[in-house]
């Protein structure tokens, strides 16, 4: 069983954008390193991780090959062309890969750059165990369900948070099932999410691994100001 890790990385950060952001916000530097960097580097240090496919835009693909030589990444990480949205370029570098049936494929959010390398492992070992897995975090907020009107949201009930989780990366399974699920979806025009809705979509069971409020996902500037936070820390 060997592991291979894909990180969608074509997306344009559109709220970083208007909030001015110079470039992409997988590229906007923490501590020093571009964001992209520091979630590369995580899985690059996973013993069990074989290749690592980063998928970008083409446009940025000679920056990324010149990030990636310059953190000494050559070898373990491979560059590849994303597609339109995260699906197409999940799609992109699974096509990419030269895998097993029951090798594992994880996909990791590019902007998650404070993922932990124990997370990765329980990760693996939870699709080792179930065939899939998604790292996911207990909600803490009461979560509402609204009906949508055209004066504004109309409260309709209250999901109790027992069963809510908020989902987070790494997700993946072993390649059969991942290429079985995105292979349907493309079928059929479906667009999900995450890789967790285009498994569901497929019937297949989901395993969940806890994760940490560590491992967010930047978004907007804030974000960057609590990333380097937690990077002194």
């Known amino acids: 069983m060997r592991v291979f890790v894909i990180l969608p990385a074509a997306g344009i950060g559109t709220r970083m ?18 964001i992209l960097i520091h979630s590369l580097k995580a899985f690059a240090g996973v013993a069990e991780v074989t290749e690592i496919l980063v998928a970008v835009r083409p446009q940025e693909m000679k920056r990324v090959h010149q990030q990636v030589a310059a953190a ?7 560059v590849v062309e ?17 895998c097993a049936d029951d090798d594992i494929v994880l996909v ?5 750059p404070l993922i932990d390398g124990h997370t990765i492992e329980r990760t693996i070992a939870a699709i080792q165990k179930h065939g899939a897995a998604i790292v996911g ?3 803490i907020d009461t979560i509402k369900q609204v009906e949508r009107t055209a004066d504004g ?6 999901i109790p948070r027992e069963l809510i989780v908020q989902a987070q990366t790494p997700q993946g399974a072993t390649a059969a099932r991942l290429r079985r699920a995105f292979a ?29 409020p560590r491992n967010f996902k930047i978004t907007q500037p ?12």
Not at 82 to 98: T, W, Y
Not at 108 to 112: E, G, K, S
Not at 153 to 158: L, W
């Open 72 to 78: 000494g990444l050559n070898g373990r990480v491979r």
């Open 222 to 233: 804030g974000d960057l100001e609590l990333a380097e936070f937690y990077l002194k820390h």
């Open 82 to 98: 994303g597609g339109e949205n995260r699906q197409g370029s999940v799609a992109n570098a699974l096509a990419a890969l030269d």
């Open 153 to 158: 949201a109309i409260i309709t009930g209250t």
């Open 17 to 34: 954008a208007a909030a001015g952001a110079a470039a992409p916000k997988q590229f906007l530097e923490l501590g020093g390193q571009p």
């Open 137 to 139: 975090v207990p909600a």
């Open 184 to 212: 349907e979806a493309n079928a059929d025009g479906f667009s999900g999410t995450d890789e967790a809705s285009v498994l569901e979509r497929a019937g297949m069971e989901v395993a969940l691994v806890a994760g940490s």
């Open 108 to 112: 990791h959010d590019a902007v998650r």
